[in-house]
Antibody, heavy 122, light 112 residues
């Protein structure tokens, strides 16, 4: 069974660092892209960036470039989203999701993690 | 960035009746491979989004056949043939052609 299991909710102070994770199982981890998606309260999803664990090819949305770091560890089938200095405006739900690309198309984000709620407050 | 615009933003529907959601992209989503890189998702309250349709019209695994997707390069439609109570939630279109991937604002479907 394919699963993406994310780390638990976090409560942090502004200026602190944070690393949240997304562990894949039930499929060949390095063959699928993993995206990170932010959803602020009451708002729609926003694509932050994506990584291909097979070669660590990483793309960022311009809105998030330089604000976060996306990485993956092939040995543990885990993708990460990292902040070096959190702001109150980073408070949101964060989802990971997988997708696969082919010459003839894409599969869509067919599996999603359960979400990690990040709260940043002084 | 490609801008995705959905309508309506709110959609009250009587169970058993059909429903339709429109999504327009600011650029064509037609890939050189002939496929349209448009996806539809449903997010139920308190849950992660779930994939309904990819490549414009292909239903994802396990999605009931009352859901269908269609469209041209910039105008797309999600149709639900007979709405059921379990279809309540927010529907999003998303373009996967160009980075950054972008979502529509969402259409909230509710039961009358």
């Amino acid at each position: 069974e394919v699963q993406l299991v994310q780390s638990g909710a976090e409560v942090k102070k502004p200026g602190e660092s944070l690393n949240i994770s997304c562990k894949g199982s039930g499929y060949y981890f390095i063959s699928y892209w993993i995206a990170w998606v932010r959803q602020m309260p009451g708002k729609g999803p926003e694509w932050m960036g994506i990584i291909y664990p097979g070669d660590s090819d990483t793309r960022y949305s311009p809105s998030f470039q330089g604000q976060v770091t996306i990485s993956a560890d092939e040995s543990t089938s885990t993708a990460y989203l990292q902040w070096s200095s959190l702001k109150a405006s980073d408070s949101a739900m964060y989802f990971c999701a997988r997708t696969k690309t082919y010459d003839s198309g894409v599969t869509g984000f067919d599996y999603w993690g359960q979400g990690t709620l990040v709260t940043v407050s002084s | 960035d490609i801008v995705m615009t959905q309508s309506p933003l709110s959609l009250p529907v009587t169970p058993g009746e059909p429903a339709s959601i429109s999504c327009r992209s600011s650029q064509s989503l037609l890939h050189s491979n002939g496929y349209k890189y448009l996806e539809w998702y449903l997010q139920k309250a308190g849950q992660s989004p779930q994939l309904l349709i990819y490549l414009g019209s292909t239903r994802a695994s396990g999605v009931p056949d009352r859901f269908s997707g269609s469209g041209s390069g910039t105008d797309f439609t999600l149709r639900i043939s007979n709405v059921e109570a379990e279809d309540v939630g927010v529907y999003y279109c998303m373009q996967a052609l160009q980075s950054p991937t972008t979502f529509g604002q969402g259409t909230k479907l509710e039961i009358k």
